[in-house]
């Protein structure tokens, strides 16, 4: 049955200094891939000097554990960060399992016994390994673009653990609104910024939360802020995976302007309701006493004697009653201009 052959054309970094190991790796090499563009370094400093002026990265690196200038767990530590996002395949003499898994923890992709290697073993190691970096670039570029949404986002967010209701991470934006640092944050939990009062209403709905597993949640609460201040946030959360745990992820928009315009809308809308019912009763009374005496004397006339004096100055007290009662109404309708425009929001 003849062999699968790959079409695409790897560029491959073989490093070793034996020639008759490179001949063979190159014959297994090009067994099964059709048109590889390999590369061969016989030392480590052959190898940097490559991998740091090349044109063209190479899609992955093999690489021998015994050079003439440079061996074993040195020679990995070195060559690591030369190959920055580039896989590299251990191949050795050595059946030495323990160093092989060391190897892996150093950084390797993968580790091959050379006595054990043929065209398919080394051919699935180069197809695995390379599919395994992209994914796991592609991870990092996802981790990053989340880091960087979750920390440089202008409004306070953090994620607590749903268990212990412990920090497990905030961003700038947290640590600006509320006053505390990062670390200080990673030693508290979710009740240290809420007020005491709130704390049993906390637990019960932290308890609802965890007993029901809902995704989403929202809602408006008060917290504390280290100077104790205290605000009106409206959260928006939900779970998700997070350091070995389920994690709550929590968006905190501070709506305390918001609640201080509406309680201003509100205490103007009683001082309105307080001047119509001045206006229905407290007004009528000294205008129906001047309506009353403007008809009297209309209807008796106007004649020197005391009883004119008195209803003259009967209208004139009326009439000072009711400037009097407009002035209020004119003071409280001030005082809800001004209290309106001192609460109202920031756009």
Known sequence: MKN?????????????????????????????????KI?????????????INSERKSDIVLLDLTLPDKSGEALINDIIPLCS????????????????????????????????????????????NIERKKSQIQLEISEKRYSDLFHLSPIPMWVYDTETMRFLDVNMAAEKHYGYSL?????????????????????????????????????????????????????????LPFQNTIGRIILANDVTERFAYIEAIE?????????????????????????????????????????????????????????TIIRDISNKAEEIKLQIEHKKPLQ
């Open 4 to 36: 699968h052959i790959d079409k695409i054309n790897y560029h491959i970094l073989v490093i070793e200094d034996n020639i008759g190991d490179f001949t063979l790796i190159q014959d297994y090499l090009e067994e099964r891939l059709m048109s590889p």
């Open 39 to 51: 590369a061969w370094t016989k030392s480590f400093k052959e190898a940097k000097e490559y991998l």
């Open 85 to 128: 996002d580039i896989p590299l395949i251990i191949l050795t003499g050595y059946s030495d399992i323990l160093f092989g898994i060391k190897s892996l923890s150093l950084g390797a992709s993968d580790y091959l016994i050379k006595d054990e290697l043929d065209p398919a073993s080394l051919y699935k190691s180069i197809l695995y």
């Open 183 to 239: 670390q200080e944050f990673l030693g508290m939990t979710i009740g240290d910024i809420r007020p005491k009062e709130d704390i049993p209403l906390m637990l019960e709905r932290v308890q609802i939360l965890n007993e029901n597993k809902p995704t989403f949640f929202s809602g408006t609460y008060r917290h504390k802020k280290k100077n104790g201040d205290i605000i009106h946030v409206d959260i928006q959360s939900n779970t």
């Open 267 to 323: 205490k103007q809308n009683e001082k309105l309701k307080e001047i119509a019912w001045i206006q229905s009763h407290v007004v009528r009374a000294p205008l129906a006493k001047i309506v009353g005496l403007i008809d009297l004397i209309k209807n008796e006339g106007f004649n020197a004697g005391s009883d004119n004096e008195k209803l003259f100055g009967y209208l004139l007290n009326s009439a000072a009653e009711l400037d």
